[in-house]
């Protein structure tokens, strides 16, 4: 399955986890091979729930760690 926002790049497997406004997929690079993880939010939970600033947050200091035991963010599309 390809998702339409991700452009065609990601091509989405199986879901690895869920909670109340995300899901994970395991996703294949279309041009590389390279297997992810990607995390899908849905926007009308994020407003619902008023938790926008924590899921900007979550990406400014994704961004910015680099340790082999923390999630590495490669892009947000």
């Known amino acids: 399955m390809v998702t339409k926002g991700m452009r065609g790049k ?3 497997e199986r ?8 899901k994970v997929k395991l996703a294949t690079d ?3 091979g390279q297997s992810f993880a990607v995390k899908i ?3 009308s939970s994020i407003k ?3 938790v926008s ?5 979550e990406i ?3 961004k910015v ?3 082999p035991n923390i999630v590495r963010l490669h892009e947000e599309i």
């Open 30 to 32: 279309s041009v590389s």
């Open 65 to 67: 760690l680099k340790h």
């Open 10 to 12: 990601y091509e989405l």
């Open 41 to 43: 939010i849905d926007k």
């Open 48 to 50: 619902r729930l008023n």
């Open 15 to 22: 879901t690895l986890g869920e909670g109340n406004s995300a």
């Open 53 to 57: 600033f924590q899921i900007k947050r």
């Open 60 to 62: 400014r200091t994704l």
